[in-house]
């Protein structure tokens, strides 16, 4: 793995079982005093990443979500952990919310959804000798294809009969396409971009076809007060109106 991918997922491991530990026993807490958005994130270049030291989280995403809860005036925090864990909390914890998340059928029901704050295309990566000869899911569909654990891509595949093999992490499928453990990967195209990028991989691994697209939304715990997502949504529309998101876009 990448030194530098390495180190933000260590961040995120420590800062993940440190927001996991402590939820439980602030939340009382907090209520008791001011009420605040706890939000989750995963590190997903370039839509979320952190500084070295964990404090300052940042990215394509992440810079739309400070803005929005910033004009909605509304307290919060961003704690960056493994995209399950991630999901979870804001699935089961009150004043709880997770980006970005992908707004599918199944999981319509489980949030109050804000957005979308950013979009993403979906891909399908193999090998350079394969780009114009691979261009669509029915060619590949007895083959293995490296997906990430809870991801929509992964479970769209899947629901519709492709063998998917799920990592904890994109560069792990990443890796394991490369020493032929797997004979595709699919991630959103930009994280892909990046991920090859950095590990310098791009004479052995290219996009093969895109194949759907996500829109991509800040998903809050049914519990978070309406005047909350009211408030946030209200603000999103000025964000995209005045120029904001775009400029935020042109950033990254």
Request: glycine share 8%.
């Amino acid at each position: 793995m990448n030194p530098t991918i390495r180190a933000w997922h260590i961040r995120q491991f420590g800062a993940g079982l440190t927001f996991c530990a402590v939820l439980f026993s602030l939340t009382g807490t907090a209520h008791a005093q001011t009420r605040q958005l706890q939000i989750t994130a995963e590190t997903s270049i370039p839509f979320t990443m952190s500084s070295a030291d964990g404090q300052s989280v940042y990215g394509r995403t992440a810079d739309k979500v400070h803005e929005l809860l910033r004009r909605s005036q509304i307290p919060y925090q961003i704690h960056v952990m493994s995209w399950n864990r991630a999901f979870e909390l804001a699935r089961t914890q009150s004043d709880t919310c997770v980006f970005e998340t992908a707004r599918t059928p199944d999981r319509e029901a489980s949030f109050k959804w804000v957005g979308p704050i950013s979009r993403g295309q979906w891909g399908i990566y193999g090998r350079p000798e394969e780009v114009g000869k691979v261009t669509r899911l029915e060619q590949i569909k007895d083959k293995s294809i490296g997906g990430y654990l809870g991801d929509a891509l992964g479970q769209y595949l899947d629901q519709h009969g492709y063998h998917v093999v799920n990592s904890y992490e994109d560069e792990i499928a990443l890796k394991n396409l490369l020493i032929g453990r797997l004979d595709y990967w699919t991630t959103d195209t930009s994280q892909g971009a990046v991920l090859i990028a950095a590990s310098h991989v791009k004479d052995k691994v290219a996009l093969l076809f895109t194949y759907g697209a996500s829109e991509y939304y800040l998903a809050c715990n049914p519990q978070v007060s309406d005047e909350w997502i009211d408030t946030m949504k209200k603000k999103l529309l000025e964000i995209k109106a005045d120029g904001t998101d775009a400029r935020i876009e042109a950033k990254y």
